[in-house]
């Protein structure tokens, strides 16, 4: 990825200084519609237990343009773009019980999660672009820095356990800060106590975001995401315009040892993780101002 970037990258630096012709600056601002595109979990059956959808947000930020000639030009943009998607479970999972001692308990049974992700980045895209009167079009690279993760929403739960203890349902709050929050089992404070095949669990009633998680000391979302992105736009006058984009993700946004199966575990009771690509995907509605 970092070879192909370089490819087109040194040429066009190598070439500026030769061709360009007039520098300007300008900014954007607007709405987001964000989702996360990838692979999702399915049952035995084959049918979908995760869902993505649309979920809003915002950027705002400058840029920088080099301008070859009337007809063509190279951009380069520092935003802050908020990105993430509604994220909801539904169907056949597990749970695994914890006593006071961080002895489990594990059942099985049914998960319904939803939960609203929210990935803040600094987005530095730099695009080619093309004038034609009052059209432009334009097309580039995307280099995201994620400098915030959330997530808030709820998750139920309800089954019987592995010696056939019926699970009555029960509902905790999500409270996800994929940054700060660490790995927690014991200690937590707000808690229901039940009794589970003879012994006393600890049903947290708020939860962060490494509860069921790998112990490794990692996040789950990484830090860098390159993309492409494309966009058109209409210029109202000499400089006001309208635009709209999409940027579409190219590197896996988690990391594989804490993106863990909420479908199973495997024979020996562990976590089951997802080598697969989970991207960003955003469009983006935009007003700006560029000379």
Known sequence: MYRIILFFALPLLAFLPLSAQEFSAGFRAGLNF???????EMDGDGNELEEYT??????VGAMANLKFNDAFGLRGE?????KGAEYNY???????FYTADDSPVYATGNRNTSLTLTNSYIDVPISAVGRLGRLELSGGLNLGILISSRGAGELS???QSAAGSPVDPFTIALEYNYFDDTFQR???????IRSIDGK??????????YYQASEENDRLYNTIDLG???????YLNQGLFLSFRINYGLSDLTKTRQDISRFTLDPGRNFIFREDNDRNLTLQASVGFSL
């Open 34 to 40: 964000a989702t996360i595109s990838g692979p999702l």
């Open 54 to 59: 649309l979920k809003s947000g915002f950027h």
């Open 78 to 82: 520092l935003l802050y773009s908020q």
């Open 90 to 96: 539904l169907g056949q999972s597990y749970w695994i």
């Open 157 to 159: 739960f309800s089954g």
């Open 186 to 192: 014991t200690d937590i404070e707000d808690v229901e």
């Open 200 to 209: 006393e669990v600890l049903i947290p009633k708020t939860l962060g975001a």
């Open 228 to 234: 492409l992105v494309g966009g058109l736009a209409y």
